[in-house]
């Protein structure tokens, strides 16, 4: 299904304080599928969790590749986070009179968890790609330098379900909204746990998402 996506999170290295990681990941899109894999490491300091990360993704049916690199800052109730985007490829003809390759660009993303409510998740979101022709609502027409805003919204009724909605607005005045739903499977962690609701405010401090995805 289009915008179906799964990823394997694994910990390299892990003392408590001091985290290596690599992700797996593959990822159904209008335009085909997306592989990525990724490294990061992430340490405490203080009540943060600061990191970094690099990928490389890969659009398989168009052999498309991009890197990147990230930057995150997460506390226990805000997450921050900020990536940047480099085509790693030439250009690709995609017609007799058209070449494509994927769009060099950012994204700055913040996360809230309220603290009242420990199921609710808020984010926020701006990103811009440059270029002529960049599509990004992969609708088929492209703009000049885009930029959209995200708002979202997540909710987590067991650690091992969290349903997502989103909005986002593009300057242009194109939107899209979406709908998702993640499972998020532990190794480890009897699914006892996964399926209590008591346990979302664990899973969802500092301490409990260091394995989370970036």
Request: hydrophobic share 35%.
């Amino acid at each position: 299904f289009t915008g179906s996506r799964g990823s394997w999170f694994v910990p390299l290295q892990d003392n408590d304080r001091y985290l290596t990681w690599s992700q797996l990941g593959l990822t159904q899109q209008d335009n085909g599928l997306v592989s990525n894999v990724g490294v990061g490491q992430r340490w405490a300091r203080g009540n943060w969790l600061v990191g970094y990360n690099t990928f490389y993704d890969n659009l398989l049916d168009e052999n498309l590749q991009r890197a990147g690199f990230g930057a995150e800052a997460w506390g226990e109730y805000l997450r921050l986070s900020a990536n940047f985007y480099q085509p790693f490829a030439a250009w690709h003809e995609q017609t007799a009179t058209q070449e494509q390759r994927m769009a060099r660009g950012y994204d700055l993303t913040a996360r809230m968890r309220m603290p009242f409510y420990q199921h609710l998740n808020t984010s926020v979101s701006l990103e811009q790609y440059f270029g002529d022709r960049v599509d990004l609502f992969n609708s088929g027409t492209g703009y000049h330098n885009p930029v959209a805003l995200s708002l979202g919204l997540n909710y987590t009724p067991v650690p091992l379900v969290t349903v997502t909605a989103q909005h986002k607005q593009g300057e242009s005045g194109e939107n899209q909204n979406n709908l998702g739903l993640n499972l998020n499977y532990r190794f480890g962690v009897p699914l006892k746990k996964q399926l209590s609701a008591g346990e979302v405010a664990e899973s969802q401090s500092l301490r409990g998402s260091r394995y989370d995805n970036p």
